[in-house]
Structure formats: C-alpha cells, structure tokens
C-alpha cells in the first residue's frame, strides 16, 4: 500500500489493489484528490448497473461505472463503480497554492482511510448480491 500524496497536477498513480469478500479494488491517486473503485464480478445482480441505480453507502456517492478502468500503467476491462474524494470539505491538491484568505481546513484523506471505506462498500455489495 502506498500512501496519497497530494499535488496540484493531475497524474494516475495505483496506490492499493486487492480483494474484500470476492470484489476486486483498486485505489488511485489522480494527483489532486484520490478515487476508490470495485469491480462488479459478470455474475452479480449489479454487474452493467449505473451508479445511480446502486445503493451504497460511501463519502460523497459513487460516483462513477464504466466498463473499463484507467490505473495508468493499464486499463482493465470489466465492470467498475467507483467514488472520489473531492467532494466540498476534500483536500485538493492545488489547495496550497489559494491566497490564505481563500483557504479551507479541507480532509486530507490517507489510503488507510480510503482502504476502510473500500472494505465496507465490498460489504455492502455482498450483501445485495446475497438478498
């Protein structure tokens, strides 16, 4: 696991991988803020599903589904659903550079964190695929 190191430019950079009850991961460092995102295994009630019509219980909503994943060195394919961290009250990584008075006490959010959350979504998801 590496740890999110924020800048003020955008790169793709896979920070932690694994697998929680069956459902793949995958935490990306975008430069700017962080991202989450599961794979939706082909046999799952949710597989080719829009986030919008998933119910999952994550910081800011999922906020994205795609049939492929950009983790920089490569793109995957397959079902996805993901999240970010920037939301209002989110560090950004251009924030450091704001005049003082423009500056927020934002939530700089740490892999660990981020790692916590991705547990409890692919807990969540096993949950539907099992009503």
Not at 18 to 35: A, D, M, V
Request: charged share 30%.
């Amino acid at each position: 696991m590496k740890e999110m190191i924020y800048d003020k430019h955008l790169e793709r950079l896979l920070l932690d991988s694994g697998s929680h009850f069956g459902y793949n991961y995958f935490i990306l460092n975008l430069g700017t803020h962080p991202t989450a995102y599961v794979e939706i295994p082909v046999t799952s009630k949710l597989y080719n599903k829009h986030y919008d019509d998933i119910n999952i219980d994550v910081h800011g909503g999922l906020t994205y589904s795609a049939d492929h994943l950009d983790i920089g060195d490569d793109v995957l394919k397959g079902w996805f659903i993901g999240w970010d961290y920037a939301h209002y009250n989110d560090y950004l990584g251009f924030e450091d550079f704001y005049l003082k008075e423009f500056k927020r006490n934002s939530k700089k959010w740490t892999t660990e964190e981020i790692q916590k959350e991705v547990y409890s979504v692919c807990k969540q998801l096993r949950r539907i695929d099992h009503e």
